[in-house]
């Protein structure tokens, strides 16, 4: 199964798999044990397949979607002991995504605005790196260009993540 999949596309036997790429790069500083804030950018790449097998049709290769863009966010922790804390992050972001076809031909790109929710647990992992597991909700929204409909994406899921410290 791929991270995403859409049954029942254009026919019964049809199915529309999306598998997901997400990179994050964010840079932040505590203010007290408790508290900081972060700014970072956001990239996700998400390529699409088609798959229908009443037509003997395989993973035959869509396009992808392409998400990116800067982020602000603020963070909160709180220790448990010496080397692991519960943690939450809080962050709006201004994101452009866009469709590029099985040809390499590009849609004109989306402006649209989001917030991200995260909550989890982090583990240090020696002086200058932590892991973190947690659980992550994502919501994008912003009319689409040359229209006035609106379009929301909406992501949730657990996250792995690991952490410079310096």
């Given amino acids: 199964m791929k991270d995403y999949e859409s049954h029942n596309w254009s ?10 790429t997400d990179v994050d790069v964010t840079m932040g500083v505590m203010f007290t044990r ?4 972060f700014v970072g950018y956001k990239n996700i790449d998400a390529p699409l397949t088609y798959t229908d097998p ?8 869509l396009g992808k979607i392409t998400m990116k863009g800067p982020g602000i966010g603020l963070l909160a922790s709180v220790p448990l002991g010496s080397s692991a804390a519960i943690y939450g992050n809080l962050a709006v972001m201004k994101i452009q995504d866009q469709f590029t076809n099985a040809a390499g031909v590009a849609s004109t790109a989306n402006d649209k605005a989001g917030g991200s929710l995260e909550l989890g647990l982090a583990v240090a ?9 947690g659980y992550k909700v994502q919501v994008f929204s912003g009319e689409l260009t040359n229209s006035t409909d609106v379009e929301t994406n909406t992501f949730k899921g657990a ?6 410290i310096f």
């Fill in 159 to 164: 996250t792995l993540g690991l952490n410079l």
């Fill in 125 to 133: 992992l020696g002086n200058h790196f932590s892991s973190t597991l």
């Fill in 34 to 37: 408790y508290f900081g804030m």
């Fill in 54 to 61: 009443a037509l003997g049709i395989s993973n035959v290769v």
């Fill in 11 to 20: 026919s019964p036997t049809d199915t529309v798999a999306v598998e997901r």
